[in-house]
């Protein structure tokens, strides 16, 4: 089996493998989902010929994403509605998942993601005891390979919650408030009205800012995705390379509402986004090392009274390495 690896570079994943093996001449590529065990990718993309076994694939995967032990892994075939696994079954290693994908029916793409049904492999933690080639159905709680992206991608579409206030059927402070309070206690700190964007400061981490969260915002129309920060930053980036004019976020709100976390999270994906795949060469920390001084700006200016609009934040060390961990570690 020769094992060539595909380059590392974020943000344009899936990380590609080609595998080789079995001596077949056509290859197709196998997209593997990597659900919880990974928070830099979402999927890797195998290129490989039919007769690549499960346990090739698993052992290819493991190596270049450095997971430890092959036979802790096994590939699962799962099928999803609406993001949603509903039943699963584990590949035998001897499998050729390329044949076992020659038969799943064609996804239209014309069909809404809200509203697909399909076919995915997973990369998952080996289970012993469990029955290999077995379809197993999930009840809809109880479903391990559900991740937190897919629960702030689908919950408040199932819940029926207005990700944009602008949609509430009665629009008055009641139902405002109430749709907010509702969201956020579904985890969701973020709503929008129109192209403005409210956020609710938490006093806690949310895992919603790492590499797959900043790739899934790029080139995305804002309100295509549940509200966030990055949309923002996205929808002001592009703006500026296409009207050619300088663009500008206002934050605003009480002290201590988190507008200096809203400001460093904007100008870590604008980093993200000028930088083409290069995080962390210096210029995020060259922009955010003005913080302090800017700060002291910005509370003389609250000091005056009133509500304050961050200009450039502080960032603190630890805070950086805490949020933001699993996107340095790809430099
Ligand atoms: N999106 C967020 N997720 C989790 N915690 C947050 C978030 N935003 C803010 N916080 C928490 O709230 C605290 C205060 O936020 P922050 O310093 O950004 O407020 P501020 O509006 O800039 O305050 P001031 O105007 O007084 O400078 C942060 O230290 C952080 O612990």
Partial sequence: MALGL???T??????????????????????????????????VCIRTSRNATAEDVVKAIVYRLRLG??????????????GRVCKERRLEATECPVRVQSIWPIV???IVEHHRTEYRFFLVKRDADRQKGVWIEYAESNNPLDSYLTAFMYDAIERKEYTDLCNLPTLNENTLLENLRRRFKDGNIYTYVGSILISVNPFKFFPIYNPKYVKMYQNRRLGELPPHIFAIADAAYHAMLHKKKNQCVVISGESGSGKTECTNLLLHHLSALSQKGYYGNGIEQTILGAG??????????????????????????????????????CV
Avoid: Q
Wanted: hydrophobic share 30%.
């Fill in 6 to 8: 595909g380059r590392m």
């Fill in 108 to 110: 239209s793409p014309l």
């Fill in 69 to 82: 032990h092959c036979e802790n892994y096994e590939l699962a075939e799962t099928f999803s509605t609406r």
């Fill in 292 to 329: 302090p001084v800017l700060e002291f700006g910005n509370h003389l200016a609250s000091s005056k009274g009133g509500r304050s609009v961050k200009l450039c934040p502080e960032f603190p060390a630890w805070k950086k390495r805490s949020w933001l961990e699993p996107y340095d570690t």
């Fill in 10 to 43: 974020y943000p344009s994943l899936p990380i590609v493998i080609t595998l080789e093996s079995g001596g077949g001449v056509d290859t197709s590529v196998l997209h593997i989902y990597l659900g919880t065990l990974s928070t830099r990718t979402d999927s």
